[in-house]
């Protein structure tokens, strides 16, 4: 196996997810393209752990996973409220600081 | 050749995995409908662990399906469910000036394709390179990293209460 197929492959999924980011409104789908980011980042980081021999790669991945199960109860705990006090999820609605 | 073999049919399950991760991930960005889009993210989660077993991090899998697929996905589907009057296919999803988001990401793929062809070419990953083990890794974050770990655990602990004092209605 080579070690650009793993890389690109995380490039491909990074980008996706960039994309995601930028392109929804809804905050719950720019929350799963954030998923998507790390994910790519965790493929990346266990590609490069084989390749050298190392663990660090697997210690950090599942340092990654354990901040990104974090991020999402929080940022869910957010959306909900967001939606309690304006009964909508979307982003562009946030729009209190344009001046 | 026994030992290209087995490379072969490994490099026919990445191909595999890859290409039902890519277009799971390209249905969790363009789908119309907020539920299936969480599960399309399923999809992309299970490649994605498939992906950590032919990368030989088998813990990392299996932490993968627990807490991804078995957690997060449930907090997802709840997300949605408490903050969707409809389920089902939506018009409203995308940004006003969500056009401007294709030309941003084909750019950055293209920059990124290029630097890691340049950079690792045709680098072959070691077949026959100790394995990392689980208790290495355990070693590692009760080792050296402990403190990183401590301040994790504390991360978890604030975002558990942070969550609860911003969801609960009082």
Redesign the interface.
């Known amino acids: 196996?080579?070690?650009?197929?793993?890389?690109?492959?995380g490039?491909?999924?990074?980008?996706?997810?960039?994309?995601?980011v930028?392109?929804?409104?809804?905050a719950?789908?720019v929350?799963?393209?954030i998923?998507?980011i790390l994910?790519s980042v965790?493929?990346n980081l266990?590609?490069f752990?084989?390749?050298n021999?190392?663990?660090?790669g697997?210690?950090f991945?599942?340092?990654v996973?354990?901040?990104?199960?974090?991020?999402?109860?929080?940022g869910?705990?957010?959306?909900?409220?967001m939606?309690?006090n304006r009964r909508s999820?979307?982003?562009?609605d946030l729009s209190e600081m344009k001046g | 050749m026994l030992a290209s073999d087995v490379?072969v049919a490994?490099?026919v399950g990445?191909a595999i995995i890859?290409a039902i991760?890519?277009i799971g991930?390209?249905r969790?960005?363009t789908t119309k409908n907020?539920v299936h889009?969480?599960l399309w993210?399923v999809v992309?989660?299970a490649g994605?662990a498939a992906?950590?077993i032919?990368?030989?991090?088998e813990?990392?899998a299996v932490?993968?399906v627990m807490?991804?697929i078995g957690?997060?996905m449930v907090?997802?589907l709840?997300?949605?469910m408490?903050?969707r009057a409809q389920i089902g296919a939506e018009k409203?999803?995308?940004?006003?000036n969500?056009i401007?988001?294709?030309p941003?990401?084909?750019l950055?793929?293209a920059t990124?394709?290029i630097a890691?062809?340049d950079g690792?070419?045709?680098?072959?990953?070691?077949?026959d390179?100790?394995l990392?083990?689980t208790q290495?890794?355990s070693?590692?974050?009760f080792g050296i990293?402990l403190l990183?770990f401590w301040a994790?655990s504390f991360?978890?602990l604030?975002?558990?209460i942070?969550?609860?004092v911003?969801?609960r209605?009082d």
């Open positions: 196996m080579l070690l650009n197929q793993f890389l690109m492959l490039a491909v999924l990074f980008c996706i997810g960039v994309y995601g930028i392109v929804r409104k809804n719950v789908l929350l799963m393209s998923e998507l994910n965790n493929i266990l590609a752990s084989l390749r021999g190392s663990p660090d697997h210690t991945a599942l340092y996973i354990a901040v990104a199960a974090a991020e999402v109860g929080v869910l705990a957010m959306v909900l409220l939606y309690r999820v979307g982003l562009d | 490379l490994q490099n990445f890859a991760m890519v991930a390209l969790v960005v907020v889009a969480a993210l992309v989660l994605a992906q950590y032919l990368l030989a991090a813990f990392l932490t993968q807490v991804y957690a997060v907090l997802f709840f997300g949605t408490l903050t409203d999803l995308n940004n006003k969500a401007i988001g294709l941003i990401a084909v950055l793929l990124m394709l890691l062809n690792f070419k045709a680098e072959k990953l070691p077949a390179s100790p990392v083990t290495q890794v070693d590692q974050i990293y990183p994790l991360v978890l604030a975002a558990a942070g969550a609860i911003l969801a209605r």
